[in-house]
């Protein structure tokens, strides 16, 4: 099973600053596969990102994924406060299919 | 695209529970679907994916057995058939679409299975 794992655990920046999360798996993956996920409380998780950087349909430019091999970054640039989420990862290419545990971000 | 799920609710370990996701606003007969659950300790946890046929069935290692995937392309419909629940089974099990390198772009709200006794 590929586990991901994301840092930090929680990120608290303020309305402007950009945001940078990391996700690591325990094994390469093809970029093909790795997406990015955005929840807030009461809602199902929102597709951000497919394919490490193809941001999905309706997404803004100020979210953007990069990375390949193990090493995974989700970057939001201009922190806005509707950001305020929690962010999953997920390979979705090898079954067991997996996702992070997430990170919480927060505004100051 | 609408995925609405139904079936959640509340039940006591050893029992039986049934899902089902109602799919509306594509051609739900040509798009592999996939279960998710979430739990407050685990997190997001993939459960099960069944092809568009239905053809083929894939679940996570520690369900097999317990839980089954099914789906009617007539009445466009996915099904998660689940028996021997524990209280570890409680979480919020969401329906999802597959879009292959496009990614899992729409998923359900969600309905909330609680084991108790």
């Known amino acids: 099973e590929i586990v991901l794992t994301q840092s930090p655990g929680t990120l608290s920046l303020s309305a402007g600053e950009r945001a940078t999360l990391s996700c690591r798996a325990t094994?390469?993956?093809?970029?093909?596969?790795l997406a990015w996920f955005q929840q807030k409380p009461g809602q199902a998780p929102r597709l951000l990102i497919s394919?490490?950087?193809r941001r999905a349909t309706g997404i803004p430019d100020r979210f953007s994924g990069s990375g390949s091999g193990t090493d995974f970054t989700l970057t939001i640039g201009r922190l806005e406060p509707e950001d305020i989420a929690v962010y999953y990862c997920?390979?979705?290419?090898?079954?067991?299919?997996?996702f992070g545990q997430g990170t919480k971000l927060e505004i100051k | 695209v609408q995925l609405v799920e139904s079936g959640g609710g509340v039940v006591q370990p050893g029992k039986s529970l049934r899902l089902s996701c109602a799919a509306s606003g594509f051609t739900f007969s040509t798009y592999t679907m996939h279960w998710i659950r979430q739990t407050p300790g685990k997190g997001l946890e993939w459960v099960a994916t069944i092809l568009y046929d239905g053809s083929e069935k894939y679940y996570a290692e520690s369900l097999k057995g317990r839980f089954t995937v099914s789906r009617d392309n007539v009445n466009n419909t996915l099904s998660l058939q689940m028996d021997s629940l524990t209280v570890g089974d409680t979480a919020i099990f969401y329906c999802?679409?597959?879009?292959?390198?496009?990614?899992?772009?729409?998923w359900g709200r969600g309905t909330l299975v609680s084991v108790s006794s």
């Open positions: 394919a490490t950087s």
């Open positions: 999802a679409r597959d879009l292959s390198t496009w990614g899992w772009a729409y």
């Open positions: 094994e390469n993956l093809s970029t093909s596969y």
């Open positions: 997920q390979q979705y290419g090898r079954k067991p299919y997996t």
